[in-house]
Structure formats: C-alpha cells, structure tokens
C-alpha cells in the first residue's frame, strides 16, 4: 500500500510540476504574461522548487517525505477550511492552474474538479498522511492509548470529512446546474470589456436578459482579481462562469473627449 500511494503521489507531483514550469518558462518567454496573469515570478520559482523537492524526495524515498507529505497535508486542510474566499482567486493565480483547467470543462458538470478538490486534496492527503507518518503516530497507541485513539480518529475525520462534503456538494450541484444558463455566463463574461471592469469593480449588478422565449436573471460581481457571472433560469436553475480580467486594473483607463 505504502508503494502504491508513493506512485500516485509521484503522478500528482509531476503533473503539478509540469503546470508550474510551463507557467515560470511563460512568464520569462512570452511577452506580456507575467503581467496580464499578474504572475510573481519569484513565487513560481519556489512553487516549482518546492514541488521538485517533493518529487526527489517521493522518488528515493527520502528522509525529508514524512514532513513533505505533512506539509502538503496541512496546507490542502488550510486549503479546503477556506475554499470559498481562497478558490476563485487561487484557481486563476496558482502555478498549477492548468491542472484544474485540464479538469474544468466548460457546459459539463465538473465532477472531475469536484474531485480533485475535495478527494485529492483532501482524502488523499490524510491518506498519504497516515501511511508516510505511521511510525511517528502508530508508536502512540501502545505508549499513550487515549492520544493513539484522538489522532487515529483525527485521521478518520480528515478522511470522511471531504468525502461528505463532496457528496453534498455534487447532489446540490446536480439539483441545480444549468449548462444553458452557464453557456450564458459564459456569453455574458467574454462581452465584458476592461473599461467595463475597471469603472465597475468592487460593484455588483444585476438584470433581466432574454434568448428567444427565456429570460435570464443575470448578477455580475465585478473585481480585478476575479470577476463571477451568475445566471439563473426562471424555473430556478443556475449556471455561473468566472474568469480573471487579467491586467485590465493595472491599465490606464480610457480618457473621455
């Protein structure tokens, strides 16, 4: 088993890995990048550092990987307790944006970003937890019962935890997921220009758009760091696409006459 979640954390690794340099060798290459994806290069760098250190480590099977694993563990929990003030502006931010982009497919429900988030950062990492640190905790049930049986049941928590969120969170979103309204986000987000973003940030707007017989109630949420389009169908679903407006608020606006 410890050989087996070895593996599958050298996959998940070098894919993170691959997504971070092809972003670092974009912000030094190509003209404009860094600045439109509001990237710190410094910060990629380390990104990339840190996952390379992880892969020599999970290869050879270092000293260091218990610790590396832990990290990885806490930051995942630190992660997911604030999923939904750090996730809209991190997917877009992060170096290892094109593996949830590779995930996110727009008009399909996105069980395949559901998981990844909820079970791969969650239930993997307190599974890969427990198996790379058992001689650190499995020596507490013998000496001190009462602390052996809080983590052990600490690391049952951490594993069912994201397992019942993610149900709750795919049964909710299949109630209520729309890829008619979402194509209309979609429509609705693309039409939106820099000036727009730029006069409109920090505001929310809502109105009334029509396609043939259907209206749409359509709330927009503006902001430089991410901007969320919100469209629900009259019979109560919704669809919602976000995207980065990239540099627009670094830009100088437009000047009038």
């Known amino acids: 088993m410890h050989r087996i979640l070895r593996h599958l954390n050298v996959i998940a690794t070098v894919v993170t890995l691959a997504s971070g340099l092809a972003v670092l060798a974009q912000d030094v290459l190509v003209p404009g990048f860094r600045e439109y994806h509001r990237d710190w290069v410094m910060f990629v760098a380390v990104y990339c550092a840190v996952q390379a ?47 949830y982009e590779l995930l996110d497919v727009p008009g399909v429900f996105n069980l395949g970003l559901y998981t990844l988030i909820f079970l791969g950062r969650g239930t993997f990492n307190t599974w890969s937890l427990m198996a790379f640190t058992d001689h650190w905790w499995k020596p507490l049930r013998r000496s001190h019962p009462l602390s052996g049986r809080l983590v052990t049941a600490a690391f ?56 043939g017989e259907t209206n749409y109630h359509v709330q927009i949420a503006y902001d430089c760091s991410v901007t969320r389009v919100v469209v629900r169908m009259e019979d109560g679903r919704v669809g919602s696409y976000t995207g980065s407006p990239g540099d627009c608020c670094v830009r100088a606006a437009p000047q009038n006459g």
């Open 53 to 99: 250190f992880t892969l020599e480590q999970l290869l050879r099977n270092g000293p260091w990987l218990p610790w590396v694993i832990a990290a990885r563990a806490v930051a995942a929990y630190v992660f997911l307790l604030n999923l939904t003030s750090l996730w809209p502006q991190w997917r877009y931010w992060t170096p290892g944006r094109y593996v």
């Open 156 to 211: 049952v928590a951490g594993l069912v935890f994201p397992v019942w969120t993610f149900l709750v969170v795919i049964t909710q979103e299949a109630k209520i997921y729309s890829p008619e309204a979402e194509a209309v986000a979609r429509e609705v987000l693309h039409g939106i220009t820099c000036e727009t973003v730029q006069e409109k940030a920090g505001q929310h707007t809502t109105d009334l758009r029509r396609r």
